[in-house]
């Protein structure tokens, strides 16, 4: 099947020039040293952030007109499906930025951020799902949501980029070793199977599944202790295999998740983790690393950091959040603000052939915010986020998007798809060992 079609709406280069006062104003805040920030609103998603800096009015040289010129940088990102697409296809949306000097959030009571000016850039997305298209870039007077006027100037850059992806859905928990569908609209066709299972640490030992030799090893770990067996989960793994019966990923518990002493809980000092594996030269061989910990305070989050693995370089970190333990989220693998433009893939691929596509087609797919990652990796723009559900909620069935140019056979999706159900059972492993673990998942 071919890909589900996505637009990613992409702001950035911002920076603001307003005339400088000659004196402080009465809260003692000079308006060319305060803090200024933005809010970057777009119908039908939360609201997003971002720190902007500032030009001194009168400036001359290249820095000054054109702010980019030294740096380029990514302050929001909006990813759109083809649902947002059709229902913005009668009225485009307008993305709305206000901006503030100060800093967020109330002070004694009192809104710390004061308005400077507002603006508002209409986006046509029409053409978008085919081609990148730049909604503005450069300097624009902002109004001040009063008097419809001001002497401040924004610069910032919008533009749209078609960012198609494939789609797969779980058709069940991970550890009830369900079907994976590609999904494309209300079509969905099977692509792999999953197997969940325990593996002790003498099966660890013994197979090929072990961590590269240029990082830390923590296989020592899983040594058993009778007194420990109460307080750690260790050993869960998930096979992915295609449609032949071919495995072709693993997601391996190789560090035990051990609540952390005097508590009932896996701290981030002592975060349990995963080895992603896919195939190689009649082995297994580590693709990625994933660390999942409880974090503390009133949040109660569900911390992660995930590293791709590399036999000639040393790990490098393409995720490190949270999710909310109560509600869920995303997992996602985002290096846009890193990269710069890559050329992305639009041909069909069928999963369950294992072969490439035999040709690619450039689309400017990336972005023009930042630059390159080091040559060894390849990930570049948006890589792959995956639904989670939280411990509280319904049972949880991810679906996962992958991007296109990330994907030229069965076992990159694979990869990405072991990945998805790892994060999936760490938000159980992470559970408090005060709580009970679902049937599926004891030993």
């Not at 690393?289 to 693995?309: M, P, T």
Request: charged fraction near 20%; proline fraction near 8%.
């Amino acid at each position: 099947m071919d890909p589900c079609p996505f637009v990613r709406i992409l702001i950035g280069d911002l920076a603001l020039k307003f005339p400088v006062a000659s004196k402080p104003s009465f809260s003692g805040v000079h308006p060319s040293t305060s803090p200024c920030f933005c809010k970057i609103k777009l119908k039908n998603f939360p609201i997003q952030f971002a720190t902007i800096p500032l030009v001194p009015q009168g400036s001359s040289g290249s820095s000054a007109t054109n702010p980019d010129a030294n740096s380029h940088s990514l302050a929001a990102c909006f990813n759109l499906d083809k649902t947002h697409i059709e229902s913005f296809a009668g009225k485009p949306p307008v993305l709305k930025i206000s901006v503030y000097t100060g800093r967020r959030g109330n002070s004694c009571g009192l809104n710390a951020a004061k308005l400077v000016g507002k603006v508002s850039v209409p986006l046509d997305l029409r053409s978008a799902e085919s081609r990148p298209h730049v909604f503005q870039n450069g300097w624009v007077a902002m109004g001040d949501g009063k008097k419809g006027s001001s002497s401040s100037q924004l610069h910032l850059c919008v533009r749209a980029e078609p960012d198609p992806r494939f789609v797969f859905r779980f058709d069940g928990e991970p550890e009830c070793s369900p079907q994976v569908f590609q999904v494309q609209g209300n079509v969905k066709q099977p692509v792999f199977t999953c197997k969940f299972g325990f593996r002790s640490s003498s099966d660890l030992k013994n197979s090929s599944i072990s961590e590269p030799s240029t990082s830390r090893s923590w296989l020592p770990s899983l040594k058993s202790h009778k007194d420990h067996n109460a307080k750690e989960r260790k050993g869960w793994s998930i096979t992915i295999h295609d449609l032949s019966g071919s495995p072709v990923a693993v997601a391996s518990m190789v560090t035990p998740f051990v609540a952390s002493p005097g508590s009932d809980r896996v701290s981030r000092s002592n975060p349990g983790a995963w080895l992603i594996l896919r195939p190689g030269e009649g082995t297994w061989k580590p693709w990625g690393r994933l660390e999942a910990w409880r974090e503390r305070g009133g949040s109660d989050s569900i911390g992660y950091k995930f590293e791709l693995q590399s036999d000639t370089a040393t790990p490098a970190t393409l995720a490190c959040s949270s999710v909310s333990a109560t509600t869920g989220g995303k997992f996602t693998i985002d290096v846009t603000a890193s990269v710069s433009p890559v050329n992305s893939p639009h041909s069909s691929f069928d999963f369950g052939s294992g072969s490439r596509p035999g040709s690619r087609s450039g689309s400017g797919s990336g972005s023009d915010f930042g630059f390159a990652l080091p040559a060894q990796l390849s990930y570049r723009g948006f890589v792959m986020s995956s639904t989670v559900e939280g411990l509280g909620g319904q049972r949880s069935k991810p679906e996962v998007e992958v991007g296109v140019q990330h994907v030229t056979c069965a076992e990159d999706a694979a990869a990405f798809v072991a990945l998805a159900a790892a994060m999936d059972l760490s938000m159980d492993a992470c559970r408090l060992f005060s709580q009970k673990l679902p049937k599926e998942l004891r030993q």
